[in-house]
């Protein structure tokens, strides 16, 4: 089939000599693998999609053409490597389009994405291929399959079945339909919340306007501004290293106002608007869950997860919702003391919420969080987690010097066993912002671990992204203390890439339910500050003396501190989100937010963590809709598992292995309640969440 790839191009050999050889169509040459950025081009995207589509339709013909009777190794097994070459050109496309949309790419991607969507129904929506897999799963208990094999059957038959395949043809026809359209609307959330990001900035002419700025923030505004042409001003924008700081530090209150406001209304009007986009697409989601014989797209999404029905994760939600708001009023009481006591004459607003739980903070345990970021270096930060990593894990971080790369300040490690030295994983990141690149931290992987087409297991290539604070021409990257927490949790999402033993693709590393993905994430993110391993990588970035006991007590008493505030934001999101899973469909988005708000008792001075045209969790994609509450559901699972580290040692031995094997190496490989309870011990306590947050 490699053969059949190049032939769309050139015809001859002769000809195909004289012309650039497409990278995609043919496995990569690179040391494990590693995509051949340097050579890359978005002209080879499509052509290269086009190869992957034939080679999948011809596959796909001889899985169901096969007169054999359907079994594990003529049907399940061909369908882990459909086509070799469409998984490597839509790996890193999926990857360019999040982490570097040049308008050149953007322009290319409106053509790719449908041609991908289709080639995804021909494969999810065919009959004879499902009659087949059906086949199998109607027979796996009568075939000589291993538990592991029974469950990958399982998994496709479920996914097929969740996806429309058992559908009667016109259905099909009204799901593709439904779902072209969403699809493209997808595009067109995500490229107005991108353009309306980099559109909005904020200059600042008088340097008294930066009172209460950290240093390194204020050169951060002061570069960008330099960039945009107006050297000896200042500009902040809403990308978080640049927003998060002002709201936090400025003393200025109008300034706070103006970069909040900013963000909080982002992509709510002008040509950037995404308020007709949510529209359409709740009208769409509620159609498909018809199409699907489901009361709603809520009912029809927890449906496949561990939570069964948005009941059940309203009322965790709720469980945990309702002390949080109490516990943000009395936050917002101790600001507003502290506001009336120091001659302020106003109302705490939202745009006051991170200022003045500073100064509350700081007047309770006397800690000043920028005095932190001196000591997390963005280099400091890694030492500790590739440390921590290496304890609990087994495994080194070795850099890959000649690695190719998409841009120049992303890193590419080889990641070894500590012990034997044997390759185990390649991971990448990429940490800084950039116009091309859309908001948040995630993980993804350009190639999982299991069975390829050649019958041979390889290992996976895995990648975090942030938009962390850049360095400046005279510090480097500083970290806040969300950024060395987020980095820890996009590493933990890694880590069950990288030490994935599963021995199939469609069950390996995060190839799990979406309330389950979570754990291994935001467990990680607790090593990051316990006082062991924050004396062994926060180090002083100029004198390279070690973090003071006197700042790491003082931030383990903090904690817990504003849990009022973090979790009410979290869970009102969360809720508001299964609320539009719910509807059949919204009028105004603005109202529909604001009656959410209203009916859940959301506190005036907190806003929803992402309000509806910047929820890009749930409406840049179908990713985390209707499911943007796991990341609570999944916190009971972490902050249970969690009290076992803290009682045993967190860098015990048995129960690091314990996790490993059970969570990190297994993937999908077992139900995860039973892996759970095989590491813990007992089902999830739900309230080990309320006792780690203090509430």
Partial sequence: MMAFGAALLASTPQVMAQQRENPFLKPYETKYGIPPFDK???????????????????????????????????????????????????GVFYHYEEALSTPEFAEMSEKAIPMLNDASNKVNLNDDLFRK???????????????????????????????????????????IKVNDELSKLFIQYN?????????????????????????????????????????????????????????????????????????????????????DVIKKIVKLRAEKAKIMGFEDFAHMMTSRVMAKTPEAASDLLLSVFEPAVKRSHEEVKDMQAYVDKNGGNFKIAPWDYYYYAGKVKNEKFNLDESELRPYFSLENVLNGLFDCAEKLWGIKMVPIKDAPKYIDD???????????????????????????????????????????????????????VGNFTPP??????????????????EFGHALQAILSRAPYKSIAGTNVDRDYVEMCSQINEHWAFEPEVLKSYAKHYKTGEPIPDELIEKL??????????????????????????AAPEVEDVVAFEKKVGDDIGMPEEITFRYRSPYFKHIFGSDGYASGYYTYLWAQVLEADAWELFKEKGIFDKKTAASFKKNIMESGDSEDPMVLFKRFRGHEPDAKALLRLRGL
């Fill in 40 to 90: 890359i081009r978005t002209s080879d995207f499509l052509p290269a999609i086009k190869a992957g589509i034939a080679e999948q339709d011809a596959n796909l013909l001889k899985i169901t053409s096969n007169t054999d009777v359907p079994t594990f190794d003529n049907t399940i097994l061909p369908l882990e490597n459909l086509s070799p070459i469409l998984e490597r050109v839509a």
């Fill in 133 to 175: 897999i059906q086949n199998v799963y109607e027979n796996r208990n009568k075939m000589k399959l291993t538990p592991v094999q029974k469950r990958v059957v399982e998994k496709y038959y479920r996914s097929f079945a969740e996806q429309g395949a058992a559908l009667p043809a016109d259905k099909k026809a009204e799901l």
């Fill in 191 to 275: 490229r107005n919340l991108l353009a309306a990001t980099n559109a909005f900035f904020v200059t600042v002419y008088d340097k008294a306007d930066l009172a209460g700025l950290p240093q390194s923030s204020i050169a951060q505004a002061a570069e960008e501004a330099k960039n945009r042409g107006l050297e000896g001003l200042w500009v902040f924008t809403l990308h978080a290293p640049s927003r998060l700081p002002v709201l936090q530090y400025a003393d200025n209150r109008g300034l706070r106002e103006a970069v909040y406001k900013g963000y909080t209304n982002l992509a709510f009007q002008g040509n950037n608007s995404n308020l």
């Fill in 410 to 464: 992303m890193a590419v490690y080889d990641v070894v066993d500590s012990k034997t030295g044997e390759h185990v994983a390649v991971w990448m990141c990429d940490y800084f912002p950039r116009a091309t690149k859309r908001q948040g931290a995630w993980m993804e992987q350009l190639q999982s671990c299991g069975i390829f087409e050649d019958g041979k297991t390889r290992r996976p290539i895995v990648y975090n």
């Fill in 472 to 489: 400046t021409s005279e510090t480097p990257s500083l970290l806040t203390i969300d950024e060395v927490e987020t980095t820890f949790h």
């Fill in 556 to 581: 383990g008493k903090a904690s817990k501190f504003n849990q009022g505030f973090t979790t009410t934001e979290l869970a009102g999101a969360a809720l508001l989100d299964l609320k539009y899973g």
